[in-house]
């Protein structure tokens, strides 16, 4: 599998999620009004943001079968910090990360955008 150049970022990963999906998971997991931000996503806290868009990217790349900054991110973090196979390939089986193999190629070819 080739791996494409990937920026990690909420940018990033807002710019992946349908706004259906954002807002619907919003509305589901908190006590939100109905009322929608000039960007037509619901308003929230960070806190809330970092949470409704870990689980769309979760949801979204079991779809699409494309890698989400989430996935890609979490992979090259636990592999940098743990160098553990056996920790990334698990993330990987439960939906959460890249495969090893593809976390190898993009530290390999840096092809990774990371922004703060």
């Known amino acids: ?10 940018g990033a ?12 998971l919003a509305w589901l997991l908190f006590d939100t009004p109905d009322s929608l931000g000039e960007n037509e996503r619901v ?9 409704v868009l870990s ?9 699409s ?6 996935q890609v991110g979490l992979a090259l973090h636990v592999l ?8 990334v390939t698990t993330l990987n089986r439960l939906g ?3 495969s090893y193999t593809s976390a190898q190629r993009y530290l ?8 703060h």
Do not use: C, W
């Not at 990963?13 to 619907?24: D, F, G, K, T, W």
């Not at 079968?65 to 989430?70: D, E, F, H, L």
């Open 13 to 24: 990963a807002l710019s992946q999620i349908p706004v259906n999906l954002y807002n619907h």
């Open 1 to 10: 599998m080739d791996v494409s150049e990937v920026e990690i970022s909420y």
């Open 80 to 87: 940098k910090e743990t160098r553990s196979k056996n920790l």
């Open 96 to 98: 959460h990360s890249v």
């Open 43 to 51: 308003d929230l806290p960070n806190d809330r943001v970092e949470r």
């Open 65 to 70: 079968k494309q890698p989400t900054p989430k």
């Open 55 to 63: 689980l769309a990217q979760d949801i979204v790349g079991l779809l």
């Open 108 to 115: 390999e070819g840096g092809q990774v955008i990371a922004f």
